[in-house]
């Protein structure tokens, strides 16, 4: 039973930064494609960040180009989120997700097959 649990999330200062991570666990997901994606109150899923199968190739939306960083990690924690310069429109519970089936990234959330169960991100003003 392939797993995965989202860790880092918690409540900050506009400005301030946080580091999300994913953890793993039943399988190998260190050289999947994985992404980020948010959802806040009232909102859809939307993406963040997606990186591939060797860490070499990166997307981001534009709401969070030059704030955000995605990096691969290792098998127990297969990729990371850095969060800088974060603002209210920041606040959503925080998904990561893999591609088991490809070595290519993608900005779809249909296109990942496992997801975490979120960890929340709140921004203060």
């Known amino acids: 039973q392939a797993q995965l649990v989202e860790s880092g999330g918690g409540l900050v200062q506009a400005g301030g930064s946080l580091r999300l991570s994913c953890a793993a666990s039943g399988r190998t997901f260190s050289r999947y494609p994985m992404g980020w994606f948010r959802q806040a109150p009232g909102k859809e899923r939307e993406f963040v960040a997606a990186?591939?199968?060797?860490?070499?190739?990166?997307y981001y939306a534009d709401s969070v180009k030059g704030r955000f960083s995605i990096s691969r990690g290792n098998a127990k924690n297969p990729v990371h989120l850095q969060m800088n310069s974060l603002k209210p429109e920041d606040t959503a519970v925080y998904y990561c997700a893999a591609r088991t089936f490809t070595t290519r990234a993608a900005t779809a959330p249909d296109e990942y097959d496992y997801w975490g169960q979120g960890t929340r991100v709140t921004v203060s003003s």
């Open positions: 990186i591939n199968w060797s860490g070499d190739i990166t």
